[in-house]
């Protein structure tokens, strides 16, 4: 897929079939997220991936967004060291900047995703660390649902005149 294409086509899924997502696209996914800039190239990420049904479960009935875990194929969450970024924002810049290329990497090999939020809303991270057995140096910061859609997504053209200002900011009519 171009990636053109993938960018103004990919939209968030939230139904999916319940077929697994195989080995080897999970990889493709997590060599995505790994590909992603980081600040200072720190590199802070780490990815669980959840498949274990018990585990799906509970975070999906723990995270008030993420009942469709249930019926994808797996869940990545993206979590960030503090050890390896102490500077909280550009740590969670970097795990977004990972987490949408997952986003766009599922898009290009046909599967359907959707980020569902952690960090900042602390008892939202704080459920899925206790679940996920996460240590607190590790900020969870996003997680994504992954699967094979059982939705189409349609596109959706966002350019928006109004929110560009070129040199210096403008004020809006």
């Known amino acids: 897929m171009d990636i053109m294409e993938a960018?103004?086509?990919?939209r968030s899924i939230r139904r999916y079939t319940g077929e697994p997502v195989s080995d080897g696209d999970i990889k493709l996914l997590l060599?995505?997220?790994?590909?992603?800039?980081?600040?200072?190239?720190?590199?802070?990420w780490h990815f669980i991936v959840v498949r274990?049904?018990?585990?799906?479960?509970?975070?999906?009935?723990?995270h008030p967004y993420a009942k469709m875990l249930t019926q994808?194929?797996?869940?990545?969450?993206?979590?960030?060291?503090?050890?390896?970024?102490?500077?909280e924002g550009f740590l969670i810049e970097d795990c977004s900047a990972a987490i949408e290329n997952i986003l766009l990497a599922a898009h290009g090999l046909g599967l359907g995703a959707v980020w569902c939020g952690l960090y900042p809303v602390q008892e939202r991270a704080q459920v899925v660390a206790d679940i996920l057995n996460i240590p607190?140096?590790?900020?969870?910061?996003?997680?994504?649902v992954v699967g094979h859609t059982d939705e189409k997504g349609r596109s959706v053209d966002r350019f928006d005149e109004k929110k560009i200002h070129y040199d210096?900011?403008?004020?809006?009519d």
């Open 7 to 10: 960018l103004f086509t990919r």
């Open 136 to 144: 607190p140096d590790i900020i969870p910061v996003g997680l994504v």
């Open 72 to 87: 994808a194929g797996c869940g990545i969450v993206v979590c960030g060291d503090t050890k390896k970024q102490e500077r």
């Open 31 to 44: 060599n995505a997220g790994f590909s992603a800039p980081s600040a200072n190239n720190r590199q802070p």
């Open 168 to 172: 210096k900011w403008r004020a809006q």
């Open 52 to 62: 274990d049904r018990n585990t799906v479960e509970e975070i999906a009935a723990r």
